[in-house]
């Protein structure tokens, strides 16, 4: 059931129905809030341990107190933006076994992660805590995180559900969203995950969406996730997110968290009393809660310990892999031998390695940059990122003397963080100070940037190298250095778009709300679906970055060129390592709908895949595509619809470098069904075989009433051109406005010869 992971043997049905008959009222209550900051409560006369969940996403933050910065030392790996980067599932999965042994060796059996929310704006503050602008990547990494968590008999809490994409007055604010939207994009991520990895939890966000607090909401938590998505696990609140508890249960809202003293569990144990809350609806939850908690506590206490330095070597691979390279003009990387370099920017030695906020990991370790580059260095600005005449100068004298300059930059822990919006999309400005005089010093300049999510780069044409090192976890000093020097090949490409401006983002005039509401009016055209329609050049395309190697696309080949929703197609195509160096490229699929009856982004991403090529090798990377590819989500239907057409299949490595497309038929035989309804236009009535011929008759009927027919020859005068030309234009318009009119309407222009009985027997017809 729910941990489905686990390999031991789950807590049977009996004995969660013998604890439940067992248990008074106020025990079932209790089940259902917090005992502290983070455990449950037990109920000792029946043996239900008490369970402990910890932060997360990207290490076991086990806290000694319960304030943020005082944990037990763990395995700080890169943030989800970093992990993003990658482009590597099998590297998340890695990264959530190692999760899992680290909460086990800490006595943790819920680990308050992933964070899979969408990056709407670059000024989100906390999206380094989470994996990309784009639904589907966010969701496979979301699946295989879990999966390798959950493997090691240790739960997560997917978070946070739904729609939290900003810090801005989080605990209130309504993500005003549009069905199709919500369902699209920033339900996708939770619903891949719940599909393929069935997280044992999911936390609800503080936010409200369309009006409803997420943690009241019978449709998210409800209807959605359990009845369409089969969830089976349990429901957590953010810390604090609770708003009305009683609605909660029966929205199945199964844990409050932290512990409010017993005021909400006394609440619940009231309303059942009261004949408010029916008992059923309580022991639905604490059903759910009894499994989850007896489940996880029989599959703790696999490790006492783990092995740091190989933990440390995993944090070590994912910063190789995420970190992306954006710029290599004159082949300034990798460093040679040669190069005397210099190293400017306090961020080499005391660098920025993760975000700030509930996922705060106390490290093992750290490793900087310039213990593992030869170089000298200069700090250039301090610890809160400002910079003075003196710093500046001890880095022009650094940099003066030198062949390269690597100018280490970024956001400070200042600029970005859970609780709080970014306020601009520049780097730190005395960071940019820095740079500037840096140029102003030297020719060849590498700017190394770190930070959580992206930033303006106005000086970008005055420098030759950018490496986008993000937040690169407690080894990503050391992978900066090899990948400066070339020891590694650089392979990350970037998880979301950089947009020259700020103002080029679908969410600046909106954002973050007002008057407690933030309208998310781009719709579905989030990040690269919104530049790609509006033709709008970004700095750094979603997918994008560079490798010291080579790779060219060939041989898109489709196993059949028509299917029907019901069937799949095979693409494969052949990547070729065309360089003189070893390195990793990915392969990254997107599929366009050449027509459709909504409006669609001009492509989306639908898999990938990261290859391994040593220099001359090639391979062939297969994708299976099948209905849930091409399909959109309708409102109307309210459901994943897909239409028969053309659809093109492009290949390549980033989303605006698709070298190789081929087109696709599709037939759908079995459409959903339309349900006709007075309100029903004339044009989609039109669709259905008997509705057309009805429909037709009308407005033959109807259009006498109100075209003037054009003259006979004999009526011609001089006037008749300018007359005929009349004549055509109200033939127009006529035949456009009774094309959208709504089929009630006929009636009333009808003057009673179509009555409305006549109208419900038409309706009775469409719809059987
Ligand atoms: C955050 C969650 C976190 C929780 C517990 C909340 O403020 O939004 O992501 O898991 O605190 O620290």
Redesign the pocket.
Known sequence: MAVTQMTHAEVSEEKIERLLSAMTLEEKASLTSGASMWTTKPIERLQVPSITMT??PHGVRKSRSGQFGDAEPATCYPPAVTLASTWNTELAHEVGVALGKESQAQDVQIL?GP?TNIKRSPLGGRNFEYFSEDPILSGKFSSAYIQGVQSQGVGV?L??YAVNDQEHERMTISAEVSPRALHEIYLRPFEMAVREAQPTTL?SA?NRINGTYASNSEYLLNDVLREQWGFEGMVIT???AVDDRIQGIRARLHLQMPADGGINDRKIVEAVNRGELPESELNDVVRDLLKITLDLEEASGRYQGYDQDEHHELAYRVASEGTVLLKNNNAILPLTKRDKVAVVGNFAKVPRYQGA???LVTPTRVDNLIDHLDASFAPGYDLMGRTTPELIEQARQQAKSADKVVVVLGLTFLEES?GFDRRTYGIAPGHRALLEEMIAVNPNIVVVLQNGSPVSMPWLDRVDGVVEAYLGGQAGGRALADILTGKVNPSGKLAETFPKRIEDNPTYIAWAGEEGKTYYNEGVFVGYRYYDKKRIEPQFPFGYGLSYSTFTFEDLILSQEQITEEEQVTVGVTVKNTGKVAGHEVVQLYVSDEASSVGRPEKELKHFKKVFLQPGEEKQVTFELSNRDFAFYSARHKEWVTESGKFSIRVGNSSRHLPLEDHLSLNVIDPPKARFTRYSLVKEVQTHPIGMKIIDDMIRNLAGDFVKKSPSNSEKTELSGVQEVQNMKVGLTMKALILDMPIKNIVQFSKGQVSEDDLNQILAVLNQ
């Open positions: 932060d997360g308050l964070g809490s978070k946070h936390m503080y953010d810390w604090g906020g509930s996922s859970e």
